[in-house]
């Protein structure tokens, strides 16, 4: 019964949404601003949703989550645009997305990944909408069971799996960068003891080394580099006709999709990490479980799928803690807290009495969020595709001019202007010798974590590294962590292919042995 | 003629300068506030400035620069801006301590401070622990000094005096664990990473009502009744020698440079008095366990040095201090 009714508030809440047109236009208003700003090098979505804060004060709080949820949802996709289109993800959230998205831009299918990753992203976003909506205290009991050795862990699993991901040949590469991230995190004042390391007296890094800057610096400027150096034009955008939904493609990738909506929702309930991790563990265990890995960051529409659907899946996990214990799953919706407290409703364990249809509201809004992102998508993505028409020579100086505002525009500071240039042309000698730079960026947003965490883990067990192997979570992704440095050896390579063909000699033994005739290879 | 020219010219020019002055402000501004966003700081300065907002004209962007020692980042951030009034400071009591932890190397008198109001703090545990009354617990951590896990927002905030506060006044001994804000440490709490946490009324309302953590006394002088919970007793009944270090009240609210021109600090003083008394910021008070005050300049300037001088020498008494107060100027209070 109490399932019945809330389904019939939800479609309620639905109708009275869509049946008032200044809410319409505010929803479809702020899912395209979102987009710009998830699409622009440099505006993030936490950036839009702090900005729009402000501004919905003077409406009531049903209009207001209108207004920050949908630039939420439209944030988190746009960043795809930049991803697939000039390869310079518009948020950390897209870096992922742009392995694969890239590679099909350059061969002429920028529109197809485009109009797919914006089907992805709606459905992720319906499916992590079900979970707010139906289990979501079972899931906040779960984000409970993070403590600080799960915290530490799960950073620094992100670093290690985006370094093994992205690794274009040896896969220590990929770790090193990831490593050079952590290591430029350390920089400023330690957050346990307020110690500044390595700032050479400079106070301008006492709080640390920003990751817009970095973000931009990392990925625009070898990229900018790159594409003037070899003079081609990016991608054929002749084959610009298969923007129209493939509903066959999505049909047939279906298991895959909810597979990376649970991870999004599942990484998006743990609070304090957000969509940037989400995007790269859904990837990985795309390839990892992919019959064809070797496909991947050659132009896999899968691996674009993964990212985006796992990174939208995120934003529904984030309301999760948020929502009913007050505690913000991932930066932005640290700021949609915020702006709850500022209308006046304040999340926690009390909510469902004191706002009884809130959750369902919220929930209610994220569908709605998630069909005018699907819909304003499909309209843009045919036109954002002709950005690749302009001749390099004209677009990437505009791009260069976007990456040094873009980096400015974060607090007004020309610091950090010195800091991303050097980054990026560090960045770009890297990528020369074959180093990949997406786990850079993700060793300078998630090192912060990991090494506050850790050191406050140790804190809290007086020294002991025990807890690692006591706690279920913590055991759990030590032994990912493990498995994923161990899989790269060659000799569990060897040991693993033997394994595996012994089990198949067995099997056709046996399969001759029972029935007769033999098992095919 | 020529002289006539000049005169008239002068004169356009001193009207259009007082034209030009009292249009502050022309801009938005920004409010840097220097702790994490959902805080109690952050969320006393969203509602003040959009209330504000309102009077001024302007949009009041309010962002988080948190880091450093008790906010040291954003407070030397906001104070590295022009000092025009475009750019205020989020602030609550906790900043005072910057100075004498190495973070900020001025008195805090270089601000001018709006002070809204403060939450009081209160002491909790987690559920499950077998604590049901202060006197429990600060005989269990007697008896076992510094094997209880205590938590409260970074070293040196307002929630750590409160805690050491209750250590001096009751002799017990805890093992403090810093995290980066109230609601990080509330959630430690929760998870029972820490036993035992510190953090204000209005942070912790919600989860007391919803059973997730267990209130065992309030830091101030009378108790607190709240709906639905019940009264929360003082923790002054079971331990009277606290009276001697508590209550170390919140001062939550923002500043501008006290060099900002006069005429943008009274545009400000203006639309923060007119705020301040709408009924929005009044219910919201009450609703959210806050006392509010309305202090500014000389009124807030003289509560905030006792509060620097106050916590400065309780901190480095405490040997919790790096900078020594007396290089800093700072009185004895």
């Given at each position: 019964m109490?399932?019945?009714?809330?389904?019939?508030?939800?479609?309620?809440?639905?109708?009275?949404?869509?049946?008032?047109?200044?809410?319409?236009a505010?929803?479809?208003?702020?899912?395209?601003?979102?987009?710009?700003?998830?699409a622009?090098?440099?505006?993030t979505?936490?950036?839009?949703?702090?900005?729009?804060?402000?501004?919905?004060y003077?409406?009531?709080?049903?209009?207001?989550?209108?207004?920050?949820?949908?630039?939420?949802?439209?944030?988190?996709?746009?960043?795809?645009?930049?991803?697939?289109?000039?390869?310079?993800?518009?948020?950390?959230?897209?870096?992922?997305t742009?392995?694969?998205?890239?590679?099909?831009?350059?061969?002429?299918?920028?529109?197809?990944?485009?109009?797919?990753?914006?089907?992805?992203?709606?459905?992720?976003?319906?499916?992590?909408?079900?979970?707010?909506?139906?289990?979501s205290?079972?899931?906040?009991?779960?984000?409970?069971?993070?403590?600080?050795?799960e915290?530490?862990?799960?950073?620094?699993?992100?670093?290690?799996i985006?370094?093994?991901?992205?690794?274009?040949?040896?896969?220590?590469?990929?770790?090193?960068?990831?490593?050079?991230?952590?290591?430029?995190?350390?920089?400023?004042?330690?957050?346990?003891?307020?110690y500044?390391?390595?700032?050479?007296?400079?106070?301008?890094?006492?709080?640390?080394?920003?990751?817009?800057?970095?973000?931009?610096?990392?990925?625009?400027?070898?990229?900018?580099?790159?594409?003037?150096?070899?003079?081609?034009?990016?991608?054929?955008?002749?084959?610009?006709?298969?923007?129209?939904?493939?509903?066959?493609?999505?049909i047939?990738?279906?298991?895959?999709?909810?597979?990376?909506?649970?991870?999004?929702?599942g990484?998006?309930?743990?609070?304090?990490?957000?969509?940037?991790?989400?995007?790269?563990?859904?990837?990985?265990?795309?390839?990892?479980?992919?019959?064809?890995?070797?496909?991947?960051?050659?132009?896999?529409?899968?691996?674009?799928?993964?990212?985006?659907t796992?990174?939208?899946?995120?934003v529904?996990?984030?309301?999760?803690?948020?929502?009913?214990?007050?505690?913000?799953?991932?930066?932005?919706?640290?700021?949609?807290?915020?702006?709850?407290?500022?209308?006046?409703?304040?999340?926690?364990?009390?909510?469902?009495?004191?706002?009884?249809?809130?959750?369902?509201?919220v929930?209610?809004?994220?569908?709605?969020?998630?069909?005018?992102?699907?819909?304003?998508?499909?309209?843009?993505?045919?036109?954002?595709?002709?950005?690749?028409?302009?001749?390099?020579?004209?677009?990437?100086?505009?791009?260069?001019?976007?990456c040094?505002?873009?980096?400015?525009?974060?607090?007004?500071?020309?610091?950090?202007?010195?800091?991303?240039?050097?980054?990026?042309?560090i960045?770009?000698?890297?990528?020369?010798?074959?180093?990949?730079?997406?786990?850079?960026?993700?060793?300078?947003?998630?090192?912060p974590?990991?090494?506050?965490?850790?050191?406050?883990?140790?804190?809290?067990?007086?020294?002991?590294?025990?807890?690692?192997?006591?706690?279920?979570v913590?055991?759990?992704?030590?032994?990912?962590?493990?498995?994923?440095?161990?899989?790269?050896?060659?000799?569990?390579?060897?040991?693993?292919?033997?394994?595996?063909?012994?089990?198949?000699?067995?099997?056709?033994?046996?399969?001759?042995?029972?029935?007769?005739?033999?098992?095919?290879? | 003629?020529?002289?006539?020219?000049?005169?008239?010219?002068?004169?356009?020019?001193?009207?259009?300068?007082?034209?030009?002055?009292?249009?502050?402000?022309?801009?938005?501004?920004?409010?840097v506030?220097?702790?994490?966003?959902?805080?109690?700081?952050?969320?006393?300065?969203r509602?003040?400035?959009?209330?504000?907002?309102?009077?001024?004209?302007?949009?009041?962007?309010?962002?988080?620069?948190?880091?450093?020692?008790?906010?040291?980042?954003?407070?030397?951030?906001?104070?590295?801006r022009?000092?025009?009034?475009?750019?205020?400071?989020?602030?609550?009591?906790?900043?005072v301590?910057?100075?004498?932890?190495?973070?900020?190397?001025?008195?805090?008198?270089?601000?001018?401070?709006?002070?809204?109001?403060?939450?009081?703090?209160?002491i909790?545990?987690?559920?499950?622990?077998?604590?049901?009354t202060?006197?429990?617990?600060i005989?269990a951590?007697?008896?076992?000094?510094?094997?209880?896990?205590?938590?409260?927002?970074?070293?040196?905030?307002?929630h750590?005096?409160?805690?050491?506060?209750?250590?001096?006044?009751?002799?017990?001994?805890?093992?403090?664990?810093?995290?980066?804000?109230?609601?990080?440490?509330?959630?430690?709490?929760?998870?029972?990473?820490?036993?035992?946490?510190?953090?204000?009324l209005?942070?912790?309302?919600?989860?007391?009502?919803?059973?997730?953590?267990?209130?065992?006394?309030?830091?101030?002088?009378?108790?607190?009744?709240?709906?639905?919970?019940?009264?929360?007793?003082?923790?002054?009944?079971?331990?009277?020698?606290?009276?001697?270090?508590l209550?170390?009240s919140?001062?939550?609210?923002?500043?501008?440079?006290?060099?900002?021109?006069?005429?943008?600090?009274?545009?400000?003083?203006?639309?923060?008095?007119?705020?301040?008394?709408?009924?929005?910021?009044?219910?919201w008070?009450?609703?959210?366990?806050?006392?509010?005050?309305?202090?500014?300049?000389?009124?807030?300037?003289?509560?905030?040095?006792?509060?620097?001088?106050?916590?400065?020498?309780?901190?480095?008494?405490?040997?919790?201090?790096?900078?020594?107060?007396?290089?800093?100027?700072?009185?004895?209070?």
């Open positions: 109490m399932l019945l009714e809330r389904i019939g508030t939800f479609f309620t809440i639905i109708l009275q949404l869509v049946s008032e047109p200044i809410t319409l505010i929803l479809f208003g702020s899912v395209l601003l979102g987009i710009i700003f998830g622009m090098p440099g505006l979505s936490t950036l839009g949703v702090a900005l729009l804060t402000a501004l919905t003077g409406m009531d709080t049903a209009t207001a989550m209108v207004c920050l949820l949908a630039i939420y949802v439209g944030g988190t996709y746009g960043g795809s645009y930049a991803s697939i289109l000039i390869n310079i993800p518009g948020t950390a959230a897209a870096a992922a742009a392995l694969d998205g890239y590679p099909l831009a350059l061969k002429g299918e920028a529109g197809r990944a485009i109009g797919l990753t914006t089907t992805a992203s709606a459905i992720g976003t319906s499916i992590s909408m079900l979970f707010v909506v139906s289990i205290p079972i899931i906040s009991y779960f984000a409970l069971q993070f403590t600080s050795f915290f530490f862990l799960l950073a620094f699993f992100g670093i290690l985006s370094g093994t991901l992205t690794s274009p040949d040896l896969v220590i590469k990929g770790w090193i960068s990831g490593f050079l991230g952590l290591f430029m995190a350390c920089v400023g004042r330690d957050l346990l003891q307020f500044p390391r390595f700032t050479f007296g400079f106070t301008q890094l006492d709080s640390g080394v920003e990751v817009v800057p970095v973000l931009i610096g990392a990925f625009g400027i070898p990229q900018i580099i790159q594409v003037l150096k070899e003079r081609f034009q990016i991608g054929e955008t002749q084959k610009l006709q298969r923007i129209i939904p493939e509903i066959g493609t999505v047939r990738n279906v298991p895959a999709i909810i597979r990376s909506a649970l991870i999004g929702v990484i998006g309930a743990v609070p304090g990490i957000g969509e940037d991790i989400a995007g790269w563990v859904s990837y990985g265990t795309a390839k990892n479980t992919s019959k064809h890995p070797e496909t991947f960051g050659k132009g896999e529409l899968q691996g674009v799928l993964a990212s985006e796992a990174n939208n899946a995120c529904g996990g984030a309301q999760i803690p948020l929502l009913n214990l007050g505690i913000p799953g991932s930066p932005p919706a640290a700021m949609l807290l915020g702006a709850l407290m500022l209308h006046g409703v304040t999340p926690g364990p009390m909510i469902t009495f004191e706002h009884p249809t809130f959750i369902t509201e929930a209610a809004i994220l569908l709605l969020s998630s069909l005018a992102m699907w819909v304003t998508g499909m309209l843009l993505a045919k036109q954002v595709v002709k950005v690749l028409r302009i001749p390099p020579p004209i677009f990437m100086p505009i791009i260069g001019m976007l040094i505002i873009g980096s400015y525009s974060l607090g007004l500071n020309i610091f950090n202007l010195y800091l991303m240039l050097p980054v990026g042309i960045c770009y000698f890297l990528t020369e010798m074959g180093y990949p730079i997406a786990p850079l960026v993700i060793g300078v947003i998630l090192g974590m990991a090494d506050e965490n850790l050191r406050r883990a140790l804190m809290v067990s007086q020294g002991s590294f025990m807890p690692v192997f006591t706690r279920p913590s055991l759990l992704l030590f032994l990912v962590i493990v498995w994923t440095v161990i899989s790269q050896f060659q000799f569990y390579k060897n040991f693993k292919n033997k394994l595996v063909a012994r089990l198949r000699r067995k099997k056709s033994v046996a399969a001759v042995g029972s029935n007769g005739p033999p098992a095919e290879e | 003629m020529k002289k006539s020219l000049i005169i008239c010219l002068a004169v356009l020019l001193a009207l259009g300068t007082v034209a030009y002055a009292k249009d502050f402000p022309k801009r938005n501004i920004t409010a506030v220097v702790w994490g966003a959902g805080g109690g700081t952050d969320t006393c300065n509602i003040i400035h959009a209330e504000m907002s309102k009077f001024l004209g302007v949009n009041v962007n309010v962002i988080n620069k948190t880091g450093g020692v008790a906010g040291s980042v954003g407070m030397n951030y906001a104070f590295s022009p000092h025009d009034g475009y750019t205020l400071c989020g602030l609550s009591e906790s900043n301590t910057a100075g004498v932890q190495g973070g900020w190397d001025k008195r805090f008198d270089v601000w001018d401070v709006f002070i809204v109001g403060g939450s009081p703090d209160v909790s545990v987690t559920p499950n622990t077998p604590y049901k202060l006197k429990d617990l005989e951590a007697k008896a076992d000094p510094k094997s209880i896990k205590a938590a409260a927002s970074g070293a040196g905030s307002i750590h005096l409160n805690l050491l506060a209750v250590e001096n006044g009751s002799g017990a001994k805890f093992n403090f664990i810093p995290y980066k804000g109230s609601a990080p440490s509330q959630n430690a709490a929760m998870a029972g990473e820490v036993s035992v946490v510190v953090t204000s209005a942070e912790q309302q919600q989860l007391l009502r919803g059973g997730k953590l267990r209130a065992l006394g309030m830091l101030i002088p009378e108790s607190f009744e709240v709906q639905g919970l019940g009264t929360i007793p003082s923790s002054f009944d079971s331990y009277p020698g606290l009276s001697k270090y209550p170390i919140q001062a939550i609210g923002f500043a501008v440079p006290a060099d900002a021109p006069d005429q943008a600090k009274s545009v400000l003083v203006d639309a923060f008095k007119k705020a301040i008394a709408t009924d929005k910021v009044k219910s008070a009450k609703e959210n366990y806050y006392l509010l005050s309305g202090a500014t300049g000389a009124e807030s300037k003289a509560i905030f040095s006792a509060l620097e001088s106050n916590f400065a020498w309780t901190l480095w008494e405490l040997g919790a201090a790096t900078v020594d107060p007396a290089k800093l100027g700072i009185p004895k209070p």
